[in-house]
C-alpha cells in the first residue's frame, strides 16, 4: 500500500476518528461552521441518475461477467508471466527479485508541528475562539492551552526520538540488479488512496495535516491558515537557516491559485467591507489584517504576524481583548478566523472608476477557419457559453453561476485584412457591420453599440453570430492580420480594461506585424532554435505590455491547420504577459475537436475572472521573494506584479531565499495580497494568509513536504528558462535536483540503510516519476517536437495550479472492460461517487481486449484493444457499432444508452470534468491500429520507455547509483552540458511495441 490512505485512514485519534464518520453532519466542528454543510463531497448532478435502479444493475452485472472475462487476461491487474514478458521487453529487467520494503509503523501524524501543542485529552475538539486562532501558534504563549485548543493528538512526535521517526515512513527500494515494477513507488496508488479518504474527510486547514495530494477533490475547512487550493507551501515546517534549508535539496516556494474553484459544501470567501478607512494594515510593512496578527495592551495595540510592530488600533476598529488577549469580538471577524478573504477598497486602490467585465470576442474569419469547421465551432461555442443556460433547467439559485456577472458587457469584432465592428445596440434586429480598414492606425469606428448587454442585445447577438460562418465563405481571405486587429481591440478597452476572448486559424502574415516561418525545423536544441522559444517581435511585445497597463488579458483559441508553424511563441507571449491562456488545437479536426473548444470557450467565459490586478508577496522577517513564476507583467525586480486579467486556474510560483536566521520559536508567515476588479464591477483586495512553523536542523522539514508544491515550482522554474537554457541543459538540471534532494534526505536524515536500498522519504516517495514525467514533457523532451508545441507546454506548466500539472506528469487511467458494477456510481449511503481504481502508466498494465480512458488533464483518450469485446462495444456506443470499424473517427461523447456500461463511463466522464484546470473532458477515440491519437496514448505511458526517455524503474536505477556516488564522494554533477548524461543516450530509442 502506498502510504498516504493508510497513513490517514487508520489514524487512531480521536480528530480522525470523528471525521471518519462519513456523515459530516456528526462532526461537531463541520456542523457548527458550515449550517448548511452537505454530507460529504457533493453528489454531483449526473451521478445519481442510474445507479438507483438496482434491477438495472443488477441484470448488467450478470451480463458483464460472462462476454467481457473470455476476452482479455481477466481482472487481475496481470498475468505474472505476462508482465514479465513485456516489462522485460520494455526496460531489459528481470523482474523477478522480491521486494524489500521497510513499512514499519508509520508516524500517524508526519505533518508540521507548529509549536508543543499542550497536551490535552483526546476529544472532539469544539469550535471556539482560541481553536482556530493566532495563539495556536504561538509557541509557549500562555494561552494556547485555553479552552477548545485542538487536542493534541495521542502519539504524537514530542516524546519520540525524531530520527526513529522519520524512518517509519521511508519506502526502501533495491535497486541493485533486480527491481520489481510492482513495488515501486505508484502514483495511481496515491491518488486513489488520498481520493477515497478525501470522499470521507473534510481537510482542517490548521491541525497538522499535510495537503492533499493534487488532483484528488476535497473540502477545506478554513481554520484560519489558507486552504491548500489556494496556497501550498512546498515544506510547512521551515528550517532557520539557509544551510538547513540546503542540506534538504529543496526549494522554499510557495504555489497560489488566487481564483481557484470551491466545491460545493465548501464556504466561500467572504467580502468584507471596512468601508472609506480600508482594511486595516501594518503601518510599517503594509502587511493587511489577519488571523495571525495579535491584540496587546487590551485591544489598543495591533502586532504585525510578519514584522513584529506594534501598530494603534484605529478607533473604528477597536474592540476589547479577554483575559486570554483574544478579541472578544473574533468569532463575528472573519478576518481575524480565515486564511482566505477578500475586502473591498476605497478610492486610492483605484487608478478610475470600476465597472463590470467588459467581453470582446475577436473571431479570425479567413480561409482556413471557414475550411476547417473552426469559425462554425466557434460561433456556436460562444452562443452556446452566453446562452445555453436557458435551455437547461436549473432551480432559480443555481443559475446565478451560469450566467455572465450583473452589468457584464459583450462585443463582437470579426478579423481577416480587414478588422469588422458590429454595433449591437439592443433593438436592432440586425447588428450593423463597420469595417476599419486602417492597419497601420487602428481605431475603433464607432462610439456607441460595441459593448452590450448580452441579455438586452440577444437578438442582435444571437443573428449576428449564426450568420458570421456564412457572412464570409464568398470572401475567403487568406490571410489574418492579427496584430492589427489587437491593436484595434487596444483602444476599445482602454478606458475600461477587459478580457480578449480571440481565435485564429493559422499563421497571421498579412499587414503590419506580420510573422513569418521561422522554424524550418532545422537546429534542434541550438542558440537558433532557443529563439523560437520566445519573440523578439517588438510589435506583439509592445501591444502586450500596453494591454497589461490598460487591464486587458486575452485568451488565444488557436487551431492550427493541418499541424502547421503558427508561432505560439509570438502570438501566446500576448496571453502568456497578459495573463491569459492559450488554447491549442494542433491539427484542429471538425466536428472531432469542436466539442471540446466549445467547452473551453464555455469555461474561459464563466470560469471566475479578475481584472487590472496587482499582486504582491509579504513573509516574514528573515526571508525574501526571490522570484515569481507565472503569466504576468513585472517590470523590475522587487515590483509589484501587473496582471491584466487572472482567471481561477492560474497559478503563480513563488521562491523564497533568506536574508537572516528565522526564529525557531516563532512561526513564518506569508501573505499573498491581489488587488483587483471583480467581474462585478468591484475593486477588491483578496488576501490569502499562510503559516508554516521553523525548525533547527531540517529534520521536520522533510516530514511536512509537500511533493505537489515541490514538484510544481520545478516544473515552472524549468519552464521559465526554456528560451536561456539548453533542453539538454534544463533535463540535466531537473535530474540534478532530483538528485539532490533524494541524496540530501539519504545523507543528512535517513536512518541506516544497507547500501542496495534506494530510500525515498514518506512525503517524497512519488517525486521522482514526476520529475521523469517533466523530462519526458512536451516542453523539455529530447528528440524532434515542433517548437510550438514545445513553448505550448512550458508556458502552461508555468501558470497552471498544481493540479493541472501533476495531471499532465502523470495521466489518471481507468480500465473501463473492468469496472465492478457499483462503479461509477454514487454510493446509496455517503452520496459519493464510486470510483475505480487507476492504473499506472505503464504498457504492462495493458490487457488484450481492454479498453481505458486516459486522461493527463490536457486531453482524454479513449482507447480501444484491437481484439475488444463486441458486448463491450455496444453496451458503450450502441447497437449495431460491434467493431472499431463501426466507430466514427470524430466522436467526442457518448451516446445515451440504456446500458450500465455507458452511464458508468458517462459518469465517469462527469466526474473527470469537475478534477481538472481549464481543458475539457471531451474524448478522442484512440482506436488500436486506426487512429493517430494512439500515439498520443503511447506517450503518456510514462512508466515506459518513451519520450526519448528511460522507463521508471531505469529512471529510479539511474537516480539511485547517483545518490550512491554522492555519499561516496564520487558524484558526477550533469548540469554542465558536456557530459553525456544518460538521458542523452537514449534519444534514439522508440517503444518498440507500438508498430
Ligand atoms: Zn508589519
Same mark, same amino acid.
Given at each position: 500500500?502506498?502510504?498516504?490512505?493508510?497513513?490517514?485512514?487508520?489514524?487512531?485519534?480521536?480528530?480522525?476518528?470523528?471525521?471518519?464518520?462519513?456523515?459530516?453532519?456528526? %462532526?461537531?466542528?463541520?456542523?457548527?461552521?458550515?449550517?448548511?454543510?452537505?454530507?460529504?463531497?457533493?453528489?454531483?448532478?449526473?451521478?445519481?441518475q442510474?445507479?438507483?435502479?438496482?434491477?438495472?444493475?443488477?441484470?448488467?452485472?450478470?451480463?458483464q461477467?460472462?462476454?467481457?472475462?473470455?476476452?482479455?487476461?481477466?481482472?487481475?491487474?496481470?498475468?505474472?508471466?505476462?508482465?514479465?514478458?513485456?516489462?522485460?521487453?520494455?526496460?531489459?529487467?528481470?523482474?523477478?527479485?522480491?521486494?524489500?520494503?521497510s513499512?514499519?509503523?508509520?508516524?500517524?501524524?508526519?505533518?508540521?508541528?507548529?509549536?508543543?501543542?499542550?497536551?490535552?485529552?483526546?476529544?472532539?475538539?469544539?469550535?471556539?475562539?482560541?481553536?482556530?486562532?493566532?495563539?495556536?501558534?504561538?509557541?509557549?504563549?500562555?494561552?494556547?492551552?485555553?479552552?477548545?485548543?485542538?487536542?493534541?493528538?495521542?502519539?504524537?512526535?514530542?516524546?519520540?526520538?525524531?530520527?526513529?521517526?522519520?524512518?517509519?515512513?521511508?519506502?526502501?527500494?533495491?535497486t541493485?540488479?533486480?527491481v520489481?515494477p510492482?513495488?515501486?513507488?505508484?502514483?495511481?496508488?496515491?491518488?486513489?488512496?488520498?481520493?477515497?479518504?478525501?470522499?470521507?474527510?473534510?481537510?482542517?486547514?490548521?491541525?497538522?495535516?499535510?495537503?492533499?495530494?493534487?488532483?484528488?477533490?476535497?473540502?477545506a475547512?478554513?481554520?484560519?491558515?489558507?486552504?491548500?487550493?489556494?496556497?501550498?507551501?512546498t515544506?510547512?515546517?521551515?528550517?532557520?537557516?539557509?544551510?538547513?534549508?540546503?542540506? *534538504?535539496?529543496?526549494?522554499?516556494?510557495?504555489?497560489l491559485?488566487?481564483?481557484?474553484?470551491?466545491?460545493?459544501?465548501?464556504?466561500?470567501?467572504?467580502?468584507?467591507?471596512?468601508?472609506?478607512?480600508?482594511?486595516?494594515?501594518?503601518?510599517?510593512?503594509?502587511?493587511?489584517?489577519?488571523p495571525?496578527?495579535?491584540?496587546?495592551?487590551?485591544?489598543?495595540?495591533?502586532?504585525?504576524?510578519?514584522?513584529?510592530?506594534?501598530?494603534?488600533?484605529?478607533?473604528?476598529?477597536?474592540?476589547?481583548?479577554?483575559?486570554?488577549?483574544?478579541?472578544?469580538?473574533?468569532?463575528?471577524?472573519?478576518?481575524?478566523?480565515?486564511?482566505?478573504?477578500?475586502?473591498?477598497?476605497?478610492?486610492?486602490?483605484?487608478?478610475?472608476?470600476?465597472?463590470?467585465?467588459?467581453?470582446?470576442?475577436?473571431?479570425?474569419?479567413?480561409?482556413?477557419?471557414?475550411?476547417?469547421?473552426?469559425?462554425?465551432?466557434?460561433?456556436?461555442g460562444?452562443?452556446?457559453?452566453?446562452?445555453?443556460?436557458?435551455?437547461?433547467?436549473?432551480?432559480?439559485?443555481?443559475?446565478v453561476?451560469?450566467?455572465?456577472?450583473?452589468?457584464?458587457?459583450?462585443?463582437? $469584432?470579426?478579423?481577416?485584412?480587414?478588422?469588422?465592428?458590429?454595433?449591437?445596440?439592443?433593438?436592432?434586429? $440586425?447588428?450593423?457591420?463597420?469595417?476599419?480598414?486602417?492597419?497601420?492606425?487602428?481605431?475603433?469606428?464607432?462610439?456607441?453599440?460595441?459593448?452590450?448587454?448580452?441579455?438586452?442585445?440577444?437578438?442582435?447577438?444571437?443573428?449576428?453570430?449564426?450568420?458570421?460562418?456564412?457572412?464570409?465563405?464568398? $470572401?475567403?481571405?487568406?490571410?489574418?492580420?492579427?496584430?492589427?486587429?489587437?491593436?484595434?481591440?487596444?483602444?476599445?478597452?482602454a478606458?475600461?480594461?477587459?478580457?480578449?476572448?480571440?481565435?485564429?486559424?493559422?499563421?497571421?502574415?498579412?499587414?503590419?506585424?506580420?510573422?513569418?516561418?521561422?522554424?524550418?525545423?532545422?537546429?534542434? %536544441?541550438?542558440?537558433?532554435?532557443?529563439?523560437?522559444?520566445?519573440?523578439?517581435?517588438?510589435?506583439?511585445?509592445?501591444?502586450?505590455?500596453?494591454?497589461?497597463?490598460?487591464?486587458?488579458?486575452?485568451?488565444?483559441?488557436?487551431?492550427?491547420?493541418?499541424?502547421?508553424?503558427? %508561432?505560439?511563441?509570438?502570438?501566446?507571449?500576448?496571453?502568456?504577459?497578459?495573463?491569459?491562456?492559450?488554447?491549442?488545437?494542433?491539427?484542429?479536426?471538425?466536428?472531432?475537436?469542436?466539442?471540446?473548444?466549445?467547452?473551453?470557450?464555455?469555461?474561459?467565459?464563466?470560469?471566475?475572472?479578475?481584472y487590472?490586478?496587482?499582486?504582491?508577496?509579504?513573509?516574514? *522577517?528573515?526571508?525574501?521573494?526571490?522570484?515569481?513564476?507565472?503569466?504576468?507583467?513585472?517590470?523590475?525586480?522587487?515590483?509589484?506584479?501587473?496582471?491584466?486579467?487572472?482567471?481561477?486556474d492560474?497559478?503563480?510560483?513563488?521562491?523564497?531565499?533568506?536574508?537572516?536566521?528565522?526564529?525557531?520559536?516563532?512561526?513564518?508567515?506569508?501573505?499573498?495580497?491581489?488587488?483587483?476588479?471583480?467581474? *462585478?464591477?468591484?475593486?477588491?483586495?483578496?488576501?490569502?494568509?499562510?503559516?508554516?512553523?521553523?525548525?533547527?536542523?531540517?529534520? %521536520?522539514?522533510?516530514?511536512?513536504?509537500?511533493q505537489?508544491?515541490?514538484?510544481?515550482?520545478?516544473?515552472?522554474?524549468?519552464?521559465?528558462?526554456?528560451?536561456?537554457?539548453?533542453?539538454?541543459?534544463?533535463?540535466?538540471?531537473?535530474?540534478?535536483?532530483?538528485?539532490?534532494?533524494?541524496?540530501?534526505?539519504?545523507?543528512?536524515?535517513?536512518?541506516?540503510?544497507?547500501?542496495g536500498?534506494?530510500?525515498?522519504?514518506?512525503?517524497?516517495?512519488?517525486?521522482?516519476?514526476?520529475?521523469l514525467?517533466?523530462i519526458?514533457?512536451?516542453?523539455?523532451?529530447?528528440?524532434?517536437?515542433?517548437?510550438?508545441?514545445?513553448?505550448?507546454?512550458?508556458?502552461?506548466m508555468?501558470?497552471?495550479?498544481?493540479?493541472?500539472?501533476s495531471?499532465?506528469?502523470?495521466?489518471?487511467?481507468?480500465?473501463?472492460?473492468n469496472?465492478?458494477?457499483?462503479?461509477?456510481?454514487?454510493?446509496?449511503?455517503?452520496?459519493?461517487?464510486?470510483?475505480?481504481?487507476?492504473?499506472?502508466?505503464?504498457?504492462?498494465r495493458?490487457?488484450?481486449?481492454?479498453?481505458?480512458?486516459?486522461?493527463?488533464?490536457?486531453?482524454?483518450?479513449?482507447?480501444?484493444?484491437?481484439?475488444?469485446?463486441?458486448?463491450?462495444?455496444?453496451?458503450?456506443?450502441?447497437?449495431?457499432?460491434?467493431s472499431?470499424?463501426?466507430?466514427?473517427a470524430?466522436?467526442?461523447?457518448?451516446?445515451?444508452?440504456?446500458?450500465?456500461?455507458?452511464?458508468?463511463?458517462?459518469?465517469?466522464?462527469q466526474?473527470?470534468?469537475?478534477?481538472?484546470?481549464?481543458?475539457?473532458?471531451?474524448?478522442?477515440?484512440?482506436?488500436?491500429?486506426?487512429?493517430?491519437?494512439?500515439f498520443?496514448?503511447?506517450?503518456?505511458?510514462?512508466?515506459?520507455?518513451?519520450?526519448?526517455?528511460?522507463?521508471?524503474?531505469?529512471?529510479?536505477?539511474?537516480?539511485?547509483?547517483?545518490?550512491q556516488?554522492?555519499?561516496?564522494?564520487?558524484?558526477?554533477?550533469?548540469?554542465?552540458?558536456?557530459?553525456?548524461?544518460?538521458?542523452?543516450?537514449?534519444?534514439?530509442?522508440?517503444?518498440?511495441?507500438?508498430?
Open positions: 500500500m502506498a502510504g498516504y490512505g493508510s497513513h490517514y485512514g487508520a489514524g487512531a485519534d480521536q480528530q480522525y476518528q470523528m471525521n471518519q464518520d462519513p456523515r459530516y453532519n456528526n %462532526d461537531p466542528r463541520a456542523q457548527q461552521q458550515y449550517p448548511g454543510l452537505q454530507p460529504s463531497i457533493s453528489p454531483q448532478p449526473g451521478y445519481q442510474y445507479g438507483t435502479d438496482p434491477n438495472n444493475q443488477q441484470v448488467y452485472a450478470n451480463a461477467h460472462t462476454p467481457y472475462q473470455g476476452q482479455g487476461a481477466g481482472q487481475s491487474p496481470q498475468q505474472p508471466d505476462a508482465m514479465n514478458g513485456l516489462a522485460a521487453q520494455m526496460g531489459g529487467l528481470d523482474v523477478s527479485a522480491a521486494p524489500v520494503r513499512h514499519r509503523k508509520k508516524e500517524r501524524h508526519a505533518y508540521h508541528d507548529l509549536g508543543p501543542t499542550p497536551a490535552s485529552a483526546p476529544g472532539p475538539p469544539a469550535p471556539s475562539p482560541g481553536a482556530l486562532g493566532p495563539s495556536q501558534f504561538l509557541h509557549g504563549a500562555p494561552q494556547a492551552g485555553s479552552g477548545g485548543e485542538p487536542a493534541a493528538q495521542p502519539g504524537q512526535n514530542t516524546f519520540v526520538n525524531s530520527a526513529d521517526q522519520l524512518r517509519m515512513g521511508e519506502e526502501a527500494v533495491t541493485q540488479g533486480r520489481n510492482e513495488q515501486i513507488p505508484s502514483v495511481a496508488r496515491s491518488r486513489d488512496a488520498a481520493t477515497v479518504f478525501y470522499q470521507q474527510h473534510v481537510y482542517p486547514t490548521m491541525e497538522k495535516h499535510l495537503p492533499p495530494s493534487a488532483a484528488t477533490p476535497f473540502i475547512h478554513d481554520q484560519g491558515n489558507a486552504s491548500p487550493k489556494f496556497a501550498r507551501l515544506v510547512n515546517n521551515i528550517p532557520s537557516t539557509s544551510e538547513s534549508l540546503a542540506s *534538504t535539496g529543496l526549494p522554499l516556494g510557495l504555489v491559485q488566487p481564483f481557484a474553484a470551491l466545491q460545493e459544501g465548501e464556504q466561500p470567501v467572504p467580502v468584507l467591507d471596512f468601508g472609506e478607512g480600508g482594511p486595516p494594515r501594518c503601518r510599517r510593512c503594509r502587511t493587511y489584517i489577519n495571525f496578527m495579535t491584540f496587546r495592551a487590551g485591544g489598543n495595540k495591533l502586532v504585525c504576524n510578519m514584522c513584529n510592530f506594534p501598530n494603534d488600533v484605529p478607533p473604528e476598529y477597536f474592540a476589547p481583548t479577554d483575559a486570554a488577549g483574544v478579541r472578544v469580538d473574533r468569532m463575528q471577524r472573519p478576518e481575524l478566523m480565515m486564511g482566505t478573504v477578500e475586502f473591498t477598497v476605497p478610492k486610492e486602490y483605484q487608478t478610475r472608476e470600476p465597472v463590470p467585465l467588459r467581453w470582446l470576442f475577436m473571431i479570425d474569419i479567413t480561409q482556413e477557419a471557414i475550411n476547417r469547421g473552426f469559425l462554425d465551432a466557434v460561433c456556436k460562444i452562443l452556446d457559453a452566453l446562452y445555453e443556460h436557458e435551455s437547461v433547467e436549473e432551480p432559480d439559485d443555481s443559475t453561476s451560469l450566467k455572465l456577472p450583473a452589468g457584464a458587457r459583450i462585443g463582437i $469584432v470579426t478579423y481577416d485584412k480587414e478588422v469588422q465592428f458590429y454595433n449591437l445596440t439592443a433593438g436592432l434586429d $440586425v447588428a450593423q457591420m463597420m469595417v476599419m480598414t486602417d492597419l497601420e492606425d487602428p481605431f475603433v469606428p464607432l462610439a456607441e453599440g460595441l459593448f452590450v448587454d448580452p441579455e438586452e442585445s440577444k437578438t442582435a447577438i444571437t443573428t449576428l453570430l449564426k450568420a458570421i460562418p456564412n457572412m464570409f465563405s464568398m $470572401v475567403k481571405n487568406p490571410e489574418p492580420a492579427l496584430l492589427p486587429a489587437l491593436n484595434a481591440a487596444l483602444p476599445a478597452l478606458a475600461t480594461g477587459g478580457k480578449i476572448i480571440c481565435t485564429l486559424s493559422t499563421l497571421p502574415t498579412w499587414g503590419p506585424g506580420r510573422l513569418h516561418l521561422r522554424d524550418d525545423g532545422k537546429g534542434r %536544441d541550438t542558440d537558433a532554435e532557443r529563439r523560437l522559444f520566445t519573440t523578439e517581435h517588438p510589435g506583439f511585445k509592445k501591444t502586450a505590455a500596453a494591454m497589461v497597463t490598460a487591464g486587458i488579458g486575452v485568451d488565444f483559441f488557436v487551431a492550427s491547420a493541418g499541424g502547421g508553424y503558427v %508561432d505560439i511563441a509570438t502570438i501566446g507571449h500576448v496571453s502568456r504577459l497578459t495573463g491569459g491562456e492559450m488554447f491549442f488545437y494542433p491539427n484542429f479536426v471538425s466536428p472531432r475537436d469542436s466539442h471540446k473548444l466549445q467547452l473551453e470557450l464555455k469555461n474561459s467565459l464563466r470560469r471566475e475572472t479578475g487590472q490586478a496587482l499582486m504582491k508577496v509579504r513573509c516574514s *522577517t528573515g526571508l525574501q521573494v526571490t522570484a515569481y513564476y507565472g503569466s504576468f507583467l513585472q517590470h523590475t525586480f522587487g515590483a509589484d506584479l501587473e496582471i491584466g486579467t487572472i482567471d481561477a492560474k497559478a503563480i510560483g513563488v521562491t523564497f531565499s533568506y536574508d537572516g536566521k528565522l526564529d525557531a520559536k516563532l512561526d513564518a508567515h506569508f501573505q499573498a495580497a491581489l488587488l483587483y476588479t471583480s467581474a *462585478t464591477g468591484q475593486r477588491r483586495v483578496r488576501c490569502i494568509n499562510v503559516v508554516a512553523a521553523v525548525n533547527e536542523g531540517a529534520t %521536520d522539514t522533510m516530514r511536512t513536504v509537500d505537489d508544491a515541490v514538484v510544481s515550482i520545478i516544473a515552472k522554474e524549468a519552464s521559465s528558462k526554456i528560451s536561456e537554457k539548453s533542453l539538454k541543459d534544463i533535463r540535466a538540471s531537473i535530474t540534478e535536483r532530483t538528485i539532490d534532494i533524494l541524496a540530501g534526505y539519504r545523507k543528512n536524515f535517513s536512518g541506516s540503510h544497507p547500501p536500498q534506494l530510500v525515498l522519504p514518506e512525503h517524497l516517495k512519488e517525486f521522482a516519476m514526476y520529475t514525467g517533466l519526458k514533457s512536451r516542453a523539455f523532451k529530447g528528440g524532434v517536437e515542433p517548437t510550438d508545441r514545445r513553448v505550448h507546454s512550458a508556458r502552461l508555468r501558470s497552471a495550479g498544481v493540479t493541472e500539472t495531471l499532465y506528469l502523470y495521466p489518471r487511467i481507468y480500465s473501463l472492460h469496472l465492478n458494477p457499483e462503479d461509477c456510481f454514487a454510493n446509496a449511503e455517503t452520496m459519493q461517487l464510486v470510483l475505480p481504481s487507476t492504473l499506472r502508466a505503464s504498457f504492462a495493458v490487457e488484450e481486449g481492454g479498453v481505458y480512458l486516459v486522461d493527463n488533464g490536457q486531453i482524454v483518450l479513449l482507447w480501444l484493444h484491437a481484439q475488444v469485446s463486441h458486448n463491450l462495444l455496444e453496451d458503450l456506443f450502441g447497437e449495431g457499432k460491434s472499431l470499424q463501426d466507430l466514427d470524430s466522436m467526442n461523447e457518448l451516446p445515451v444508452l440504456e446500458t450500465h456500461l455507458n452511464a458508468q463511463v458517462r459518469n465517469l466522464l466526474y473527470l470534468s469537475t478534477v481538472r484546470g481549464s481543458k475539457a473532458a471531451s474524448f478522442t477515440l484512440a482506436r488500436q491500429g486506426l487512429d493517430g491519437s494512439e498520443e496514448y503511447a506517450r503518456m505511458l510514462v512508466e515506459d520507455r518513451n519520450n526519448e526517455a528511460q522507463s521508471y524503474v531505469d529512471w529510479l536505477v539511474h537516480v539511485h547509483r547517483a545518490i556516488q554522492e555519499l561516496s564522494g564520487q558524484r558526477k554533477k550533469e548540469d554542465t552540458g558536456d557530459n553525456d548524461g544518460i538521458l542523452s543516450n537514449l534519444t534514439s530509442l522508440k517503444a518498440p511495441y507500438w508498430t
